[in-house]
């Protein structure tokens, strides 16, 4: 049997996280853990992350996490980082300073501009645009809603990593991809049955 590693940093519950890939998955095991053996061990990885991108890469290096999860990358194999984990995928976060991402990808995350108007944090349901047809948007229309919560959004710097687009006073990047790493900013968790698609996408890709 499969083994997907849910990789706990130790900043948030991620009990609702685990629930919906329960509910997505047959014939895999998900596994919760902050064990970097247990993490270099698996057939794919998500990477969940709440709160600060400073203090979730704290979290990471602590639990000595950053070097297994550059290394499967490296190997190739499946990752999928959601909200501040998507974030931690790319060079440096602007939240509260300035912090080392896990480079990744390239770019960087900053925070929306007061000057756009909107309400910040970015909380509720907006609709995406999905690009360059990736498989993680597999049977996902453009327009359809996820549920997003953050202050802080992924700027790549290569445009073809974005796989998917929001608008929220600027249209920026909900989704991202290079090769085996992809990242949605939004909680596929909280989104209902596009978001258990989009999980069950990732696991059966």
Not at 175 to 190: A, D, L, T
Request: proline content about 4%.
């Amino acid at each position: 049997m499969k083994e997907i590693i849910l990789i706990d940093a130790g900043t948030g519950n991620l009990r609702s996280v685990q629930k919906a890939l329960d509910a997505s998955r047959v014939g895999v095991e998900v596994t919760r853990t902050d064990d970097p053996r247990k993490v270099l061990s698996a057939s794919k990885i998500v990477l969940p992350g709440v709160g600060a991108f400073g203090d979730f890469m704290k979290g990471l290096r602590a639990r000595g996490l950053e070097e297994p999860i550059k290394e499967i990358a490296a190997r190739g194999i499946p990752m999928l980082g959601i909200c501040v984990g998507m974030q931690a995928l790319f060079e440096v976060g602007e939240e509260m300073g300035t912090h080392e991402g896990l480079a990744l990808l390239g770019g960087k995350v900053v925070k929306f501009d007061d000057a756009l108007g909107v309400k910040i944090p970015h909380t509720g349901w907006n609709q995406i645009a999905p690009q360059n047809n990736s498989r993680l948007f597999e049977n996902i229309k453009s327009g359809d809603y996820v549920y997003f919560n953050h202050s802080y959004f992924c700027v790549p710097a290569n445009p073809e990593d974005i796989i998917a687009q929001t608008d929220y006073g600027i249209t920026y990047a909900c989704s991202v991809q290079r090769g085996n790493i992809f990242g949605v900013q939004f909680h596929p968790e909280k989104s209902q049955s596009v978001g258990l698609q989009i999980l069950k996408n990732f696991l059966y890709q």
